[in-house]
């Protein structure tokens, strides 16, 4: 089975309205035709409409992302967005559980998991992040770290469910550092997900799952990383802001 690669570029607190309009455009009319592959951007939530817009007419369909949202449907929630109001933007993806929010946000396991229903069941698709800190890899705790965030985050979903979640395996060390996990590690812990997945849903589910990885993808490292036989695509972050280094990676081959 041929999985279709995935290349998502992840825009972080980045850009301004007109700044992210013309990014989106400038990604929609580099594409080549017939490019073959799934390119998803994640825009900070104001300029959600306005990129979906800006790609709408595009050759080449891209999916629109929010990098997060809440479980609740509505509330005294100040500051939250819900997975409706997402969805009324046009956007149809949203990224959950990205290592900033668990980090920095104190986002725990059980609320990414609360997140990953709701947003299923509102008719969002997530990409559910996971990822070890530096200290957890010297441990040699990579592997139960990653499968315990897999578990809890996919906990209570159907097997219809789970094939609509894309996992994204970002190693926290990872992100932002310029130092990009090497593609036998990035493939030993993208092996050990599939494997989790045949565990929770089927093997043949796991044949199709799509476990992208994330940290330090650069135009220079993308082709090492996908060539891997469980690496079905890319989380970007940095080199996703420039239009030419993201055309670059959706360009790998
Ligand atoms: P980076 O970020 O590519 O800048 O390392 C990846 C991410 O956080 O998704």
Partial sequence: MKRRKIFA?????NKDRSSAVALAREVAAGL????????MLFPPFPFLTEVVEAVSNAAHAIGIGA???HYEKSGAL????SADMVL???ARWVLLGH????????????????????ALREGLSPIFCVGEKLEERKAGDTGAVVLRQLRIGLEGLTTEEIVRVVVAYEPVWAIGTGINATPAQAQETHRAIRSEIAKLASPMVAENFRILYGGSVAPANVKELLVEPDIDGV???????EAGKFLAICNYK
Avoid: C, Y
């Avoid at 080549?32 to 390119?39: E, I, K, L, Q, R």
């Fill in 9 to 13: 570029g992840n825009w972080k607190m």
């Fill in 32 to 39: 080549p035709a017939g490019f073959d592959g799934d390119v």
């Fill in 67 to 69: 990098q997060n949202m």
């Fill in 78 to 81: 100040t500051g939250e967005v």
């Fill in 88 to 90: 009324s933007t046009g």
């Fill in 99 to 118: 290592s900033e929010r668990r980090h920095i946000f104190g986002e725990t396991d059980p609320m990414i998991g609360k997140k990953i229903k709701t």
């Fill in 235 to 241: 989380l970007v972050g940095g080199a996703s802001l």
